[in-house]
């Protein structure tokens, strides 16, 4: 491959991408490239199709045209490389929590006691210990969220797939999860896709932010927040850079917001 | 009171003669016949078509308006239409029974899999899930509550099903009881053959519910998304 180099650096690629649904024109001429072991935000406006891009990055979409690799592979559809931790969870709702956790290893064919074995450690992970044998109707919000991640993280794809995964759990357990995600990124070297309408959110968590503007979208402006990212968790909110950053993506938008 | 309304005394102890002297016994043997078998056929392959039709567009558009009429049709009026068909034996008793059970089976059973959760399924592809995971390991269990309330209807509309072809086509079994009893005038033989049916359907219904609860132990209650 020519820009093989390039290739390296990035875990995902995306070139040229279009995609529209019937007349509306849902991405247009989309590129964009996600660096190895790093968190990418993908933040804009409701409707700016950033969901539709990550279900393409995903292979649960296809582009109209255009180019997606994944490690230098093109993208034809779900692969193993890619973990999706969805929005709404996408739970069983008549499993336990550990097949639920295991079931991403079910449909690869992972055999039941090992498949059982990686989903109890992530279980574990994920702070879920002693929850193995609930139903998703016994778990709070926040907590359904956790087996969504550890369903993700225990097929160990190089690439988490995160479709706005704390839109739907309480202000104190986003926080939460804010900084456990922080920790993840930190110590697993996997490159996170993350969707969000948050700004708040995404300068707390990325190494990179791409805003996406709304139909036909296409990136604006990408962000990297770079002088807070060494510091602990709690005072990445007070840091100067990081207010300044919010202010300056919600001044770029807010000309979108109806 | 007139004497076609026996009091419910006299229906019981007519139950009681009838079920002591054994003619309930031979009757039941006779009914269960067409009833059993229509049910077994209507339930293996009304789920069948029924999954069938909620998974292909193709098979909704042949078979779902079959089932459509099968349920509007005014059946007693086709009868001897299917008695020309099929005879006087058991077939046409079974097929009766069948026209009755399998429509509700059918029609419940493919929307259940036509309304399956859509995320759930686009969770299974992204994890690379084959088309056979997606049916065995979601869209079934999903829609297993709503597939066993149709089996439940459609076993009740069996029972109806059995008793109006023993009246329509030959009388025998429950049914001969029925027109035997009313053609000479013992109401309360008649009447106890009909709570007798009604008696048998609780029972079995009880029974497919008792086994449901026992499959799904109470898990489905209670969904994933707090909708």
Known sequence: MSNNTNDNNHAVTVRNVYKSYGDVKALRDLSLDFPRGQLTSILGPSGCGKTTL???IAGLLSADSGEITVNGHPVTGPGPDRAFVFQDFALLPWASVLRNVAFGLELHGVSKSEREAIAEKYIGDVG????????????????RQRVGL????????QVMLMDEPFAA???????????????????????????????????YVSDQIAILLPRPSRVSEIIKPEGFRHKDAESIRRDPEYLDIVDRIWSSLRTYVE | ?????????????????????????????????????GVLISAFV???????TGLSRKFDWLLSPVFVVMQTAPLAALIPLLVMIYGIGLASKV??????????????????????????????????????????????????PIIFAGLRLGVSAGFIGAILAELKIT??????????????????????????IILLAVIFLNVLERIETFLFKGRMRGYASEE
């Open chain 1, 150 to 157: 550890a369903r993700a993280l225990s097929v160990d794809a």
């Open chain 2, 95 to 144: 097929a009766v029974v069948c026209i009755m059970a399998m429509p509700v089976i059918v029609l419940n059973t493919s929307g259940a899999v036509r309304n399956a959760p859509v995320s759930i399924i686009e969770m299974a592809r992204a994890f690379q899930g084959t088309k056979r995971d997606v049916i065995f390991k979601i869209i079934l269990p999903a829609a297993s």
């Open chain 1, 128 to 143: 879920l210990k002693g929850f193995e044998n609930s139903h998703p109707h016994e778990l709070s919000g926040g907590m």
């Open chain 2, 46 to 52: 009304g789920v069948g078509i029924g999954l069938a």
């Open chain 2, 1 to 37: 009171m007139s004497y076609a309304f026996p009091t419910f005394i006299e229906t019981i102890a007519a139950f009681w003669v009838l079920l002591m002297d054994g003619t309930m016994f031979v009757a039941y043997v006779e009914t269960l016949k067409p009833l059993v078998v």
């Open chain 1, 54 to 56: 990550l279900k393409i």
């Open chain 1, 169 to 203: 759990v309480d202000e104190q357990t986003r926080r939460k999860f804010q900084e456990d995600l922080l920790n993840l990124v930190k110590h697993e070297n996997k490159t996170f896709i993350f969707v969000t309408h948050s700004i708040e959110e995404a300068v």
């Open chain 2, 171 to 196: 009388p025998t079994g429950v049914g001969d009881i029925i027109t035997y009893s009313r053609s000479i005038a013992d109401y309360p033989s008649m009447y106890a053959a009909i709570m007798s």
